[in-house]
């Protein structure tokens, strides 16, 4: 039976039995957390038991295609009629977009034991909308080690970011990805191209300057620690940098609690200059010899540019020792049909130049591997 905590207070001020204010206060919050854990526990099993039996009944669905009475295809009309004829006998639960993800939640799938218990219906509905199977199993992984809520999992789906990590990998890095999702053992792998801020809610066509974009990104702190990625703390903003008797400040420092150092930010309004590199490169040095500690790991520093010349910032970065990365941002969406064909041109090449190299090593002709 349900009891109101006023009626409880009621009949605990109508009992003569003395009770100290303090121990009941740690009494009503032990009983709360209790309580939460169960409906935790008692949601999870919930949805645990859901996944479990919409893979089995997409394993249903496709072994019926296989077997000759209904053509394998996503336009078949068999998905209607059980949409109708489910929903009729069962209620919710069975829409036409619905079925198309559960037959294809056991396609991609079809080890039922490889299915997440940490995942909900919703987090598989949000992933299966991925085109290719690469970027399910991404989604999959990155969502149990980050612990993403389906809100999360969208956003990071929408600014495409499983092909944004993966440009700035070769294929074996891009395929690592794929099964383990993003892995944070050194510097790169922080680095994404590009890194994405449309939660700023600025418009590609609107004026803004360096300071308006890092007041955006104070205003939107959780979400710019989503985008930088696991590990990330916010130390502080113009953190003062003093040489001699002059001053100098940082746009943005973080501290990395994964690699152990700090994370030194500059954001340029335009395109990244050599002299920005030069800049972030003394930044470095001073922290490594003057803030740094025994324990902390070499600092890193990121120049974001909303352009970049690559050549340009090669020279710039030749000789350098300090870990210095070039990078650009956007303040919207990036185009996932632009992204695909860089991914998918990156993988081309590289399976282009592995076939080359093995040829010419059969053949002992290196001269054509050029």
Same mark, same amino acid.
């Given at each position: 039976?349900?009891?109101?905590?006023?009626?409880?207070?009621?009949?605990?001020?109508?009992?003569?039995?003395?009770?100290?204010?303090?121990?009941?206060?740690?009494?009503?919050?032990?009983?709360?957390?209790?309580?939460?854990?169960?409906?935790?526990?008692?949601?999870?099993?919930?949805?645990?038991?859901?996944?479990?039996?919409?893979?089995?009944?997409?394993?249903?669905?496709?072994?019926?295609?296989?077997?000759? !009475?209904?053509?394998?295809?996503?336009?078949?009309?068999?998905?209607?009629?059980?949409?109708?004829?489910?929903?009729?006998?069962?209620?919710?639960?069975?829409?036409?977009?619905?079925?198309?993800?559960?037959?294809?939640?056991?396609?991609?799938?079809?080890?039922?034991?490889?299915?997440?218990?940490?995942?909900?219906?919703?987090?598989?509905?949000?992933?299966?909308?991925?085109?290719?199977e690469l970027e399910i199993k991404f989604y999959t992984k990155q969502?149990?080690?980050?612990?993403?809520?389906?809100?999360?999992?969208?956003?990071?789906?929408?600014?495409?970011?499983?092909?944004?990590?993966?440009?700035?990998?070769?294929?074996?890095?891009?395929?690592?990805?794929?099964?383990?999702g993003a892995e944070i053992q050194k510097p790169e792998d922080i680095?994404?191209?590009?890194?994405?801020?449309?939660?700023?809610?600025?418009?590609?066509?609107?004026?803004?300057?360096?300071?308006?974009?890092?007041?955006?990104?104070?205003?939107?702190?959780?979400?710019?620690?989503?985008?930088?990625?696991?590990?990330?703390?916010?130390?502080?903003?113009?953190?003062?940098?003093?040489?001699?008797?002059?001053?100098?400040?940082?746009?943005?420092?973080?501290?990395?609690?994964?690699?152990?150092c700090y994370v030194l930010i500059d954001l340029k309004r335009g395109?990244?200059?050599?002299?920005?590199?030069?800049? &972030?490169?003394?930044?470095?040095?001073?922290?490594?010899?003057?803030?740094?500690?025994?324990?902390?790991?070499?600092?890193?520093?990121?120049?974001?540019?909303?352009?970049?010349?690559?050549? !340009?910032?090669?020279?710039? &970065?030749?000789?350098?020792?300090?870990?210095?990365?070039?990078?650009?941002?956007?303040?919207? !969406?990036?185009?996932?049909?632009?992204?695909?064909?860089?991914?998918?041109?990156?993988?081309?090449?590289?399976?282009?130049?592995?076939?080359?190299?093995?040829?010419?090593?059969?053949?002992?002709?290196?001269?054509?591997?050029?």
């Amino acid at each position: 039976m349900y009891v109101s905590f006023k009626k409880l207070k009621m009949l605990k001020d109508k009992s003569n039995t003395p009770v100290k204010k303090g121990q009941y206060n740690n009494l009503i919050e032990q009983i709360g957390d209790l309580l939460l854990q169960g409906r935790k526990q008692a949601a999870y099993a919930v949805n645990t038991v859901l996944v479990k039996t919409y893979w089995q009944i997409g394993k249903y669905i496709v072994e019926f295609e296989q077997g000759g !009475l209904e053509k394998s295809e996503y336009g078949s009309k068999l998905l209607d009629r059980l949409s109708n004829d489910l929903t009729m006998m069962y209620g919710k639960g069975f829409s036409r977009s619905n079925m198309v993800y559960i037959r294809k939640l056991y396609i991609s799938f079809p080890i039922g034991e490889t299915l997440s218990h940490q995942l909900t219906w919703s987090h598989y509905f949000q992933i299966l909308k991925a085109d290719n199977e690469l970027e399910i199993k991404f989604y999959t992984k990155q969502c149990e080690k980050e612990n993403w809520s389906v809100r999360e999992l969208k956003r990071q789906m929408n600014s495409l970011l499983f092909h944004r990590l993966a440009l700035s990998k070769d294929k074996a890095g891009i395929l690592a990805i794929a099964e383990k999702g993003a892995e944070i053992q050194k510097p790169e792998d922080i680095i994404k191209e590009p890194f994405v801020m449309e939660f700023f809610g600025v418009s590609p066509k609107e004026k803004y300057l360096e300071g308006e974009i890092e007041d955006k990104m104070m205003q939107n702190i959780e979400a710019l620690l989503l985008e930088l990625g696991k590990g990330f703390a916010f130390v502080k903003r113009l953190y003062r940098v003093p040489v001699g008797n002059r001053q100098f400040s940082v746009d943005l420092v973080f501290y990395n609690i994964i690699l152990k150092c700090y994370v030194l930010i500059d954001l340029k309004r335009g395109e990244i200059e050599h002299n920005d590199i030069g800049q &972030m490169n003394f930044y470095l040095n001073y922290f490594r010899k003057e803030v740094n500690i025994e324990t902390d790991n070499e600092p890193i520093g990121i120049v974001l540019g909303a352009y970049k010349d690559k050549i !340009l910032i090669e020279y710039a &970065m030749d000789n350098i020792n300090n870990q210095l990365f070039a990078a650009k941002y956007q303040l919207f !969406l990036p185009d996932k049909e632009i992204l695909e064909k860089e991914l998918q041109k990156l993988i081309e090449n590289e399976t282009l130049t592995i076939k080359i190299i093995i040829f010419n090593t059969q053949t002992n002709d290196y001269n054509s591997i050029y």
